[in-house]
């Protein structure tokens, strides 16, 4: 199936980031105070490769529609 977020859990930072792949930040999520997870809309998005900091964790994403 397609997703139109992310959803990162079982956070050990506070927030959640998206960068294109020359670095620069496109989105920001930040946990709010009691929060276990966060959703990061990906909608807006155009087609291609993104980096996702969660935490102290990164993964390589892709934007296919």
């Known amino acids: 199936g397609t997703t139109n977020e992310l959803v990162c859990r079982n956070m ?12 620069k930040r496109i989105k920001q999520v930040s946990l709010s105070t009691g929060e276990k997870f966060i959703r990061l809309p990906l909608a807006g998005l155009a087609n291609g490769a993104y980096l996702v900091r969660c935490g102290n964790e990164s993964a390589k994403v892709a934007v296919v529609r």
Do not use: A, R
Request: charged fraction near 15%; aromatic fraction near 8%; proline fraction near 0%.
């Open 12 to 23: 050990n930072g506070s927030s959640i980031e998206l960068y294109d792949m020359l670095g």
